[in-house]
């Protein structure tokens, strides 16, 4: 018996409102649901794919990468309910076949996953048959706001905690039109998965964390940081530092991410990337990041935290 499990955030209602709701394709939908409130789905406009690590793999208006194949979103026909929205999302080795996995609100069984940072959790349908699955599924998914972008991830781990499948994708509905001369700053808060793998790895854990970016677009550089760092069971985890240099093109940026703790001997490496959305200003902008780390007190554990997020501008001038 498998298990599912999908975040989505409550701002995901807006892109109900504004992108239309019902039914999205596999592979061809927008994103929709979650937080406190309705789902939707509608497509988006696609951006540059290579702004994500590695290829794009999905078909439609998503863009993903690594091993994901499809999202699809149905609010349930009642917007602001999620008790009955349901999320597909398709995936190799898995779940490939043209249904993909089924999910539905963790608020309605007993998985004991809980809303985070505005996420809002959803678990496999056939949670309730079997509460004690071998495999473990983890998605994230946000909208913006002003429902320009939305972000996500999937990250699958069988029981053995060496294999799976997953990535990140994002749906692009309205792009930031990007001042020529102007510093700004924006703000907001990831949500991730930390997966260990190894003997001595445990169950994917729940992530978050502050996240500000620090935009020149006259010279069209990025640089940023991860503070506030955490697992959902409270044990802090070192800061992350985004690449001081990361340019700006067509739009979006990738560069590189790290942290270290000389303390507790941990070290984190990675990269970490965002578009600019929202039209007039850029005042959003959807991004994530992923890092591997190590741990000093666990040498036989490799550590892959990956998050997404969704930043708004807090000051440009």
């Given at each position: 018996m498998k298990f599912h499990i999908l975040l989505a955030t409550t701002s995901m209602l807006a892109l109900a409102a504004c992108g239309g709701s019902g039914d999205s394709d596999l592979g061809g939908g927008?994103?929709?649901?979650?937080?406190?409130?309705?789902?939707?789905?509608?497509?988006?406009?696609?951006t540059d794919a290579t702004v994500l690590p590695g290829s794009d793999t999905c078909e439609g208006a998503f863009v993903c990468n690594e091993t994901l194949l499809a999202v699809s979103y149905n609010d349930g026909g009642t917007p602001g309910d999620l008790t009955d929205d349901i999320v597909q999302i398709q995936g190799t080795p898995f779940d490939e076949t043209p249904d993909g996995a089924t999910y539905v609100y963790a608020g309605t069984t007993s998985s004991g996953y809980v809303d985070l940072a505005g996420h809002a959790a959803f678990v496999n349908d056939e949670?309730?048959?079997?509460?004690?699955?071998?495999?473990?599924?983890?998605?994230?998914?946000?909208?913006?706001?002003?429902?320009?972008i939305s972000v996500g991830q999937s990250r699958v781990m069988d029981g053995y905690r060496d294999r799976g499948y997953g990535g990140v994708f994002y749906v692009l509905n309205e792009a930031g039109n990007l001042p020529e001369n102007q510093l700004a700053t924006y703000s907001g808060q990831y949500a991730g998965i930390l997966i260990t793998l190894g003997p001595s790895g445990g169950a994917?854990?729940?992530?978050?964390?502050?996240?500000?970016?620090?935009?020149?677009?006259?010279?069209s550089y990025v640089k940023g940081w991860v503070t506030n760092r955490t697992t959902v069971g409270g044990e802090a985890l070192n800061g992350l530092i985004f690449d001081d240099s990361t340019p700006i093109t067509a739009?979006?940026?990738?560069?590189?991410?790290i942290g270290f703790d000389a303390d507790d001997g941990e070290e984190w490496s990675g990269t970490y990337w965002g578009v600019f959305a929202g039209g007039e200003g850029a005042p959003t902008i959807g991004g994530g990041f992923e890092v591997s780390g190590s741990d000093d007190g666990f040498p036989d554990v490799d550590l892959i935290e990956v998050g997404t997020f969704i930043a708004e501008k807090d000051f440009g001038s």
């Open positions: 927008g994103g929709g649901g979650g937080g406190d409130g309705g789902g939707g789905g509608g497509g988006g406009t696609g949670f309730g048959v079997d509460a004690t699955p071998f495999n473990n599924y983890l998605a994230l998914f946000a909208t913006a706001s002003d429902s320009s994917n854990q729940q992530t978050s964390g502050d996240v500000d970016l620090w935009v020149d677009f006259t010279d739009g979006a940026f990738q560069g590189n991410a």
